[in-house]
Nanobody, 126 residues
Framework: VQLQASGGGLVQPGGSLRLSCAAA????????LGWFRQTPGKDREFVAA????????DYAAPEKGRFAISRDDAKNTVYLEMNSLRLEDTAVYYC????????????????????WGQGTQVTVSS
């Protein structure tokens, strides 16, 4: 499976961006799709995830209410709508795919994801 992320860029604080991630290859076993982000010198951190057929969505606490994850299974694509962006949201954002159903205690752990996109840079700056 190959994941291709896009949509990053430069935005002012309070602005919005929409990230997309398209999956190609053996997509029949897509179960959980997630977004993580990473800044230099820090571990990759969980942002949001969505299980198959759009059910059960999880967000990291700082993103709840500001970010929205969604998926279009017909297009094998997952989206991350980011609103009210803050300086601390600046990072490289990665999409990830787990070929299994992840329980709530595992869904935020990057070790449980099988495939990763190349990352897209999001910079929030005035």
């Amino acid at each position: 499976v190959q994941l291709q992320a896009s949509g990053g860029g430069l935005v002012q604080p309070g602005g919005s961006l929409r990230l997309s991630c398209a999956a190609a290859g053996r997509t029949f076993n897509i179960y959980t799709l997630g977004w993580f982000r990473q800044t230099p010198g820090k571990d990759r951190e969980f942002v949001a995830a969505i299980r198959r057929s759009g059910g059960n969505i999880d967000y990291a606490a700082p993103e709840k209410g500001r970010f929205a994850i969604s998926r279009d299974d017909a297009k094998n694509t997952v989206y991350l709508e980011m609103n009210s962006l803050r300086l601390e949201d600046t990072a490289v954002y990665y999409c990830a795919l787990a070929a299994r159903r992840l329980i709530s205690s595992s869904i935020s752990n990057s070790a449980y994801y099988d495939y990763w996109g190349q990352g897209t840079q999001v910079t929030v700056s005035s």
